[in-house]
């Protein structure tokens, strides 16, 4: 079963493009959170929302609750961008689903 | 700054070995998980506690045990290593409070080899 579906599984861009990742989950949720893994493992959260729409510098999140889906843009992309990129949804329940993640590489 | 340590960051380890992975949290989070992370499967959840002495089995329980005697401590159990448990271990931790969502917060990952 895979409650949380991302789009694609990987992507290269070119350095200043802009670039979207796409989420779809399938469970009801208090709220989807972005998260970014750079190589070595650390997992930092970028964005947690329920509703609308958030953005923090390059980063915009965006959440349709009546199609359950969220996108991630990045605007301007930059070598220093490529990481991993997690989409997870938490349930009422304070439990957790993630996507498989999408990997991202920015080429100068 | 916030943080979730954890113990080890590389360890290899025989097969048949007991493995203690330890993790603690300094935000007075009342939840703690354990994921493991394989390529092409993303986190899967080991287990988690919601309390002091509470826990929950997650979806790949089998071959693990947990232990939290205290609110800031969680900790992995590997009974009897084997081979298929090489894997990157990752603890989290996070409120439950917050009805409109809880960031969760990662520790930074050991990677275990059983040899």
């Known amino acids: 079963k895979n409650e949380v579906e991302q789009s694609p599984q990987n992507l290269t861009a070119q350095e200043g493009e802009f670039i979207t990742i796409n989420c779809s989950y399938s469970?009801?949720?208090?709220?989807l959170h972005w998260l970014q893994q750079h190589p070595g493992g650390g997992i930092v959260s970028l964005f947690m929302?329920?509703?609308g729409k958030k953005k923090h510098g390059r980063l915009i999140a965006t959440i349709n609750i009546q199609e359950k889906h969220s996108s991630l843009h990045i605007t301007a992309s930059h070598p220093r961008d490529s990481a991993v990129y997690i989409c997870?949804?938490?349930?009422?329940?304070?439990?957790?689903?993630f996507g498989t993640g999408t990997s991202l590489t920015v080429i100068p | 700054d916030v943080k979730v340590t954890q113990s080890s960051r590389y360890l290899v380890k025989r097969t048949g070995e007991k493995v203690f992975l330890e993790c603690v949290q300094d935000?007075?989070?009342?939840?703690m998980f354990w994921y493991r992370q394989d390529p092409g499967l993303g986190l899967r959840l080991i287990y988690f506690s919601y309390d002091v002495k509470m826990k929950e089995k997650g979806d790949i329980p089998e071959g693990y045990s947990v232990s939290r005697e205290k609110k800031e401590r969680f900790s992995l159990i590997l009974e009897s290593a084997s081979t298929n448990q090489t894997s990157m271990y990752l603890c989290a931790s996070s409120s439950q409070f917050t009805i409109s969502g809880n960031t969760i917060y990662f520790g930074e990952g050991s990677w275990l080899t059983v040899v």
């Open positions: 469970v009801g949720i208090s709220a």
């Open positions: 935000m007075d989070h009342e939840n």
């Open positions: 929302l329920s509703s």
């Open positions: 997870a949804v938490e349930n009422t329940g304070n439990q957790f689903y």
